[in-house]
């Protein structure tokens, strides 16, 4: 069973009414055929009419869509011969961050990718895509291969942040975050990272930190979750629609301010509506941006990833 964001009740009713008249046959005054094709016609306007204006916190709720695409169908449905490769070789293996090597249209690549799980029991296992210290340094691991073997780096970010627990600070997440952020500044060969779903502070930065940023249309990214920042400003989480706003954290809103580098259309409705046309626009989006960058020598891509996140702070200025 679909489901449905509050913002999506209208449209939830009339395809509620689509499903019950498949069911029914044809009788009386009604043709069923003409019926549905009339009310699945409204459905197509009311999602352009909706998602045409949807605001900053409406562009939170889909970045958390339970049927979004995860990292794992991103993974599965790009990345050919797929050897994942698991643990930090120091603690422990983090199942919020998958990994490994494989061939993406061809050329052999390193993968990297937040999880979060799909239904209850996965969350669990996956701690709902929050990492701990030892993903971060299974990533670092990784990143070292990558570099190693001049394999250009994929990354897909979807997190709501970097796992806060007591037992993680412990074990050094802030280190482990920094050192998987210079990772990424330091290799020599592409790094295209891709944010699917919630990019949630340093537990995102710590995978993104590429020679190009793409990001979902309906995607965000942002330093703070909007209940936090409410919490922290406002004294309550309840003002969360007015940080979303306030953060600047929508895929538009980034790309006007020069922190990512292309944003990807989605279907009609969300990626979660129709994944696999979303999946393959990510791949699209990934091999246009890797293709002028697989032509640039170790020195020159690591200067320009310096120099693209030097420049942050003052685009327009």
């Known amino acids: 069973m679909r489901h449905f964001l509050d913002f999506e009740k209208p449209l939830a009713e009339l395809e509620g009414k689509i499903e019950e008249l498949r069911h029914l046959s044809n009788g009386g005054d009604i043709n069923i055929a003409d019926e549905v094709a009339r009310l699945e016609a409204k459905v197509d306007r009311l999602l352009r009419q909706t998602y045409a204006k ?19 169908d991103y993974v599965k449905a790009l990345i050919s011969e797929f050897m994942p490769l698991a643990g930090d070789r120091t603690y422990a293996e983090d199942s919020a961050v998958i990994g490994g090597i494989g061939r993406f249209r061809g050329r052999s690549v390193v993968v990297l990718a937040h999880e979060k799980g799909a239904d209850t029991e996965a969350r669990i296992k996956r701690n709902f895509g929050m990492a701990k210290p030892e993903g971060y340094r299974k990533a670092r691991r990784l990143m070292a291969l990558a570099d190693r073997f001049r394999l250009p780096l994929l990354t897909f970010v979807d997190t709501p942040g970097a796992y806060p627990g007591i037992d993680a600070e412990a074990r050094g997440q802030a280190e482990a975050i920094a050192r998987a952020i210079e990772g990424c500044l330091q290799l020599g060969v592409p790094m295209i990272a891709t944010v699917i779903g919630e990019g949630g502070s340093g537990g995102a930065l710590a995978l993104a930190a590429g020679n190009k940023v793409l990001m979902l249309e309906h995607a965000i990214y942002s330093v703070i979750s909007p209940e ?33 580098d292309a944003v990807i259309a989605e279907p009609l409705g969300g990626a ?46």
């Not at 941006?289 to 003052?314: I, N, V, Y």
């Open 272 to 317: 979660h509506r129709e994944p696999a046309p979303a999946i393959a626009s990510v791949g699209d989006a990934i091999e246009q941006a890797l293709r002028p960058l697989a032509a640039l020598d170790r020195a020159s891509l690591r200067q320009q990833r310096r120099e693209k996140f030097l420049a942050m702070g003052t685009h327009g200025l």
């Open 54 to 72: 949807l605001t900053p916190w409406q562009k939170v709720q889909l970045a958390r869509h339970p049927d979004r695409p995860h990292g794992s």
């Open 228 to 260: 936090a920042c409410a919490s922290i400003i406002w004294r309550t989480a309840e003002n969360a629609q007015d940080a979303a706003e306030a953060l600047k954290l929508t895929a538009q809103d980034l790309m006007k301010l020069g922190v990512i």
